[in-house]
């Protein structure tokens, strides 16, 4: 299974950022992740309104002091964006990087961003479906030609394409609708915050959907982002973040328990890190992440 690890884009200075992305590529992780909020509520059970630096520019600086190491979204969503405008954005930072990005995209959850930036709230799921087809259809083609109910487009040039002619796409969210949408259009699916028995839940939701339509899962990607954090006691959070606080036994016992269940990769988004995260990541690359199997 391989290990991914979110970058301190929290609030953090560009310094921290290089300095995590860094260390993360020469210690073997496999990919670095920046997540997306544009506005969230002052008062909140589930994000902190906090400092959030853009996810694509981030990554793009990212691309800069970074050689090899992926470099991914978890998650882009896309309702608040044109997606158009978009595709460009994923294509850009794909050049930059060589090729290394991966586009997490999913539909979003939170209302009042929704509705603070206009963006389209109850049809969401299907502007989503759309945007994937025709981020998809401007990677293809110069000459972008797509008829859709949110977009038309004829004989106008696109630019530039992505460095291998496509993007990576793991579709994020925990419904049915958003793993069907993942085995229907992306190259993956990215969950977040399950339990190993919820995770497992979506996976054979997967298998089944794949089964149906006839989608091959060769090289389809099932990956899953979880919270933790070191604590001298076993906690589950609850709320949004469903993260998990213990020591390292049972950090690792716990975080072993998706692969057998089919994760390929695992992407570490740590707890209560504020001006800890070199701590963070001694600890856990010294007690945790050798005994992941």
Known sequence: MRIGIHLPQFGKSPADIAK?????????????????????????????????LEPLPTLGYVAAVTKKIKIGTSVIVVPYRNAVHLAKELATVDILCGGRLIAGLGTGWLEEEFRALN?????????TDEAIRLMRAAWANQKLEFKGE????????FSPQPTNGNIPIWVGGLSRRAVRRAVELGDGWHGSRLPPNEFEERVRW????AARTGRSLDSFEITHRAYIAFAAKWTETGGYVRGHLGPSEQLVDY?????????????????NVEGAMEEFLDRFDREVRPRLK
Do not use: C
């Open 119 to 127: 963006a389209p709230y109850e049809r969401r799921g299907a502007y």
């Open 150 to 157: 949110f977009y038309t487009i004829g004989g106008l040039h």
């Open 206 to 209: 997967i298998h089944e959907i």
């Open 255 to 271: 975080l072993n328990q998706f692969a057998p269940l089919g994760a390929k990769e695992l992407l570490i988004a740590p707890l």
């Open 20 to 52: 995590v992305a860094k260390y993360a590529e020469e210690s073997g992780y496999a990919s670095i992740w920046v997540s997306d909020h544009i506005l969230m509520p002052a008062q909140t059970g589930a994000v902190r309104a906090t400092d959030l």
